[in-house]
């Protein structure tokens, strides 16, 4: 039996659904599975229980911003070192 390795997981943090649903499709399209949050504090709980190997946070989020998302990742030892990209709109 050959030893499947699970392709790597992303979490994208973005509370627009069509934008979310978006990001999700393409990176499953190219490989990788996803885990999708509307919102920072769900975000921090998906973080915690399945350890992604890479954050795609929207930097405007309802109730707490991206950048506390970030500011909170930083601070907690287990999710210090998760590669984050931030995502905004011009």
């Given amino acids: ?7 790597p997981l992303i979490l994208v943090v973005e509370d627009e659904e069509p934008l ?10 190219a490989g990788f599975r ?8 769900d975000a921090l709980l998906h973080v915690q229980i399945q350890q ?13 911003s991206g950048i506390d998302v ?7 030892a287990d ?3 998760l590669p984050i990209i931030m995502l905004t709109s011009a």
């Fill in 79 to 81: 999710s210090r070192k």
């Fill in 52 to 64: 992604p190997d890479l954050a795609i946070v929207d930097w405007m989020l309802p109730e707490r």
């Fill in 34 to 41: 996803t885990v999708i949050s509307s919102s920072g504090e």
């Fill in 1 to 7: 039996m050959s030893g499947s390795k699970l392709s």
């Fill in 70 to 76: 970030c500011r909170s990742l930083r601070a907690q």
């Fill in 20 to 29: 979310a649903e978006l990001l999700g499709y393409n990176l499953e399209k």
